[in-house]
């Protein structure tokens, strides 16, 4: 089992930029593909962008062109590096972890509350 810590969240202007980091667990980290999700109150939990062991990258429509996932397997971390954010970018942001063997198993950080302000 990993387990996720997120960090780096926190109250940013309109057109500012935010890191979050996602420090994992264990020493397959490699071996997860691993994501991050967003769920602003009183909606439902979206994927933000998502990333392939092997760096294959995607991106819902609300952050192309503005967010970048990476992973950096040598530190067990996953980042997400938000530009020019606006303020329909707030919701606590989630990192996951999906196992590689068992379909359907996927882990969850603690989440981090992202606040854009106009």
């Known amino acids: 089992q990993v387990q996720l810590v997120e960090s780096g969240g926190g109250l940013v202007q309109a057109g500012g930029s935010l890191r979050l980091s996602c420090a994992a667990s264990?020493?397959?980290?490699?071996?997860?593909?691993m994501g991050w999700f967003r769920q602003a109150p009183g909606k439902q939990r979206e994927l933000v962008a998502s990333i392939t062991t092997d760096g294959r990258t995607n991106y819902a429509d609300s952050g192309k062109g503005r967010f970048t996932i990476s992973r950096d397997n040598a530190k067990n971390t996953v980042y997400l590096q938000m530009n020019s954010l606006k303020p329909e970018d707030t919701a606590v942001y989630y990192c996951n972890a999906d196992h590689p063997v068992l379909r359907g198993v996927r882990y969850w950080g603690q989440g981090t509350q992202v606040t854009v302000s106009t």
């Open positions: 264990g020493p397959t980290f490699n071996t997860y593909a």
